[in-house]
């Protein structure tokens, strides 16, 4: 079994930025994928972006440029920061541990609000 808990959300002016970190506790494969997804009201849970163990990362175009995730393997910690914050940044964001052959698990959700 697996535990993810998110930290580091909260409300920040337009153009302001926020960390994210996400811990997880359990047992951890090399082949496990990490990453943050965000849920706004009334919208789809979207990606946001992931990371490899081996660093490999992906992001939606909306963050490309303004967020970069990274990956501390000995912590089992992932870390998203977000910079350029808009408007449209606002929503609950959750921490997502991803491997092919089981379903994912998902962290209790951080919300960032950001004020225009």
């Known amino acids: 079994q697996v535990q993810l808990v998110e930290s580091g959300g909260g409300l920040v002016q337009s153009g302001g930025s926020l960390r994210l970190s996400c811990a997880a506790s359990?047992?951890?494969?090399?082949?496990?994928?990490m990453g943050w997804y965000r849920q706004a009201p009334g919208k789809q849970r979207e990606l946001v972006a992931s990371?490899?163990?081996?660093?490999?990362?992906n992001y939606a175009d909306s963050v490309k440029g303004r967020f970069t995730i990274s990956r501390d393997n000995a912590k089992n910690t992932v870390y998203l920061q977000m910079n350029s914050l808009e408007p449209l940044d606002t929503a609950v964001y959750y921490c997502?541990?991803?491997?092919?052959?089981?379903?994912?698990?998902w962290g209790q959700g951080t919300q960032v609000t950001v004020s225009a």
């Open positions: 359990g047992v951890i494969f090399r082949t496990d994928r």
């Open positions: 990371i490899t163990t081996g660093g490999s990362t």
């Open positions: 997502n541990l991803h491997r092919t052959w089981a379903p994912d698990f």
